[in-house]
């Protein structure tokens, strides 16, 4: 096994351990499928050890197949679709208020 997988194998079975016996085998079968570049946030997201800013990156990169973050998201009615596109906390409030993006 290459040094790479070694080291993902082994942070992926130390974040195994630190979790409710409950999502062990969700977040196995999430972490089996996220690349290298991406694990290190999604494990820190799992125990809650990221900011909320990170994990609701690492949630986003999931939803999108683990790609890169470049598109747009079409999800409207998704809860975090705001804070994905960037849409600043002002905006958000006006978006409540008054109904408009
Ligand atoms: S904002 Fe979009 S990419 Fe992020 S979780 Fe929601 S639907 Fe998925």
Same mark, same amino acid.
């Given at each position: 096994?290459? *040094? @790479?997988?070694?080291?993902a194998h082994?942070?992926?079975?130390?974040?195994?351990? $630190?979790?409710?016996? +409950?999502? #062990? /085998?969700? #977040? =196995?079968?999430? =972490? /089996?499928?996220?690349?290298? %570049?991406? !694990? %290190?946030? &999604?494990?820190?997201?799992? +125990?809650?050890?990221?900011? =909320? $800013? /990170?994990?609701?990156?690492?949630?986003?990169?999931h939803?999108?197949?683990?790609? @890169? !973050? @470049?598109?747009?998201? +079409? =999800? &409207?009615?998704?809860?975090? &679709? /705001?804070? %994905?596109?960037?849409? $600043?906390?002002?905006? #958000? *409030?006006?978006?409540?208020?008054?109904? +408009? #993006?």
């Amino acid at each position: 096994m290459p *040094k @790479d997988n070694l080291g993902a194998h082994e942070l992926i079975q130390k974040t195994l351990t $630190r979790i409710d016996p +409950t999502r #062990v /085998a969700a #977040v =196995s079968k999430i =972490s /089996a499928n996220c690349p290298p %570049k991406r !694990l %290190k946030i &999604y494990l820190r997201s799992i +125990t809650g050890e990221s900011t =909320s $800013r /990170a994990a609701i990156k690492a949630m986003c990169q999931h939803c999108f197949g683990w790609e @890169d !973050l @470049d598109q747009p998201c +079409t =999800s &409207y009615g998704c809860p975090l &679709y /705001a804070i %994905k596109e960037g849409i $600043r906390p002002k905006r #958000v *409030k006006r978006i409540f208020t008054e109904g +408009t #993006v």
